[in-house]
Each structure stands twice: as C-alpha cells, then as structure tokens.
C-alpha cells in the first residue's frame, strides 16, 4: 500500500451540518403546500423536481428554491399565491446564510493532520454558498485549498488532482456520500473513508446497482481518522 | 515597462455573447409585467432587486431568475400568477442554456496569442454556467486555465494571480468591464485593456467617483490586441 500524502474532505454533513438545514425548509415548504389543501406526496415530488433540474441547474440552495418554486407551482395545479412564492425565496436565502456548524472533533482532527498531511476541501455545489461557508468554517487555517466541483464523478477528481498534483495512490477522500465521496474516488485509484451522517440527502444514497459492500472503510465519527490513518500507513 | 507573460480574459461579452440574451429575457418580463397594468418602472424595479440580491445570492443566471420573480411579485402588489412565474423560471433555464456565439476574432486572435503567453479566462458568476459555456465555446485549446471567481475585485484578482504563480507587472487582463476587469487591475499593479461592448449591464458600467480617464488603453476589437502587445513589448 503507498503512503497517503493528500486528504481530501467533502464539506457538507462532512465538516459541517448542511442537509440539516435543508431538512427543515423542506419541512415548512411541506406544511405550506399542505395548507392548500394538497394530498399528494409533496416530499417526493419536490424531489423529483430536484433531479430533474440538476442537468439544468446544477447543484445548490438557488437551484433547490427555483426546484420549490416549480413544485409549488404544480402540487397547488397554479394556485400557489404570489406572497408565497415570494415565502420561498425568502427560505432560500435564509438557507445561504445558515449558520455554520462543525461537527464534533473536525478542529481537533484537521489540526492534527495539517501537519502529517495536505488538506482539500473538495466539495460541490454553489461556488458562492460554499466559499462562504468555507471562510465562515474558520478552516482556511489547516487546508492548503479547496476546490468546489459541479459534479463529483471519476473524472472531475481524476483532474482535480492533475490540477493538485496528487498522485491518485497517494490520495485518500473522507465524505459522507457514497455516491460521490466514495465510489468515483476508489474507481480512480484513490482511497476512501466513508463517514456517514445521520441526514443525508437522498440523492447521495442512491447509487444501487453496483455491489460495493466492504469495497471500503467506515468510521461513526472523523475522530476516528487519525488512527486508522496510523494503521493503514505502511 | 514589464514584459507581459500572461494574458487574463473576461468572458461574457468580451470573448461571447452574454448580455444580449438577458437583454431579451427582461424585454419579456417587461411585457408580461405591463400585461397585469402595472405602470412602474419595471426595468428599474427589476435592477435594484438585482443589485440588492448580489451580496445575498451571488452574480449569474439564477441569482438573475430568483430577482425577476421577487420583482414580479412586488411589482404586481402580489398578484402575479403562478403560471406566470414558473414562465419566469423556464426563462431562466433558457439563459442557462443559450448558444454560446463567439464574438468577431475571438478565435484567431487566442490561436495566435498562444504561442506567445499564458492565457487565462477569469470570469465571474454561477459557476456551473460558466464552466459550460466555456466548455461549449471550444476555447479550452488555447487556454491555460478558467478561473471562476466570486467577485472581481483587487483582493481576488491578487489572490488569483498568486495562485497562478504571476506576478503583477507581467500581466494584462481584457474585458468590456471597467468595473469588473479594468479599475481593479490597475489598483493591484498589472495592466488592463478595455475592450467595450455594445450591450453591457448597467451594473459593470457604474463607477463613478473615480476619474479614471486616459489610464488605460481602448481597443474597439480583440482583433486589434496583438498589435497593441507589441506596441508595448518594450
């Protein structure tokens, strides 16, 4: 096994709290379309609109509230009030600015390594959103860059770390994603450690169809890094 | 005078058509707007929305769509329709995908500027946007790299600059911006050249309160770029 010289780290639910967040606008988004007196599955529609958009949209609170608006506008069959509408929009950008939250032990981890290690962030998503939580996280101190993808698929990492100047065996990502912290970086070369967040979105737990049991390792919290980090060292 | 290594261009309507499209999209707002009787001064309205959404959602295309709607609904006291409003959105994900359409000389004069300097294209906005139209545009050949920043302002054009490893006396940003790609890289010691366009939003055309008259050079067409860099090539 070669020495790993670079740690990658997804940001949201990895670093700090974001579907969270999410989470709780979708609830209020729910009771909303409720009041208009809407029987369907409101969850699941908001959802598929999501999907949909991403190839259109991309990723990120603006896209999710533009998703909203469109669901508002066919769960309610074009009965949503423009006041409502406008509701929306509001959540959204209370969404872009929620609070930052570390999860537990991140400080303590990232400042151990950072001497031992590189540190990315590599996340996706809205550019803006992200930087802006990134500076806000405090972390810029124990991480040489971070790099805000629009997909995380094997080939945005394979050149994001041509770009880093990584060597993929060299290279070890860490997210909550299975979807797009695990598998498209084991595909690659790389080495993954999937730490998984009780809330995560559905669509980072979607990606059925391949057998990927104990292709890779999983830690209950990012304290647990620095010892696996020891053992797999050879 | 410094010897110019690397060459940085702005995109929207410096290398393709951008405002021109968004021209067309407010040209419709405006009419359905008018066709609910409104009065008001919707471009007007339309424009301070914008500008008050920018610290809050960031430049680009859906920051752009998440306006007009605020706008719709202010405009109209409320009662624009929420058919009305999803026509907004679909708009928005026409911009998302409009033709990329180079401007005049764009191809020949980065073919030839190639073998002479680093090209960079440094634009701002919706990430996901820019890096699609860049990938459409075919321009990815003769570029170093695309650097999509949050804001164009001094501190991150010096950040830019450090990351790319230049420094700033060698080198020379392009664009139809002098907000955006002149003032600022003038203040941090590199040079610029303005290269205006005939539709510019009117956001990258306020900066008043500065006279800088006759501090950087004008050029009518890209075409005319690499005569200038020799005029100057001391």
Redesign the interface.
Known sequence: MNTISSIGFDADDTLWESEVFFSQVEKKFTQLIKSYGVEAEIGKELYETEKRNLS????GV??F??SM??S??HL?Q??????D??KI?QW??EL??HPVNLLPGVVDVLSYLQSHFAIYVITKG????Q?QKFLDSGLATYVTDIE?L?EKDSNTYRATLTKMGVAPEEFLMVGNSVRSDILPVIEIGSQAVHIPHETTWQYETEHTGRNDENNYPILESIRELPDFLSSIDS
């Open positions: 259109k949209l991309g990723y603006k896209s509230t533009l608006i469109e508002a506008h309610t074009g009965n949503i009030g423009s006041g509408t406008e929009i959204g950008k872009l600015h809205d550019a803006f959103h930087q805000i629009l």
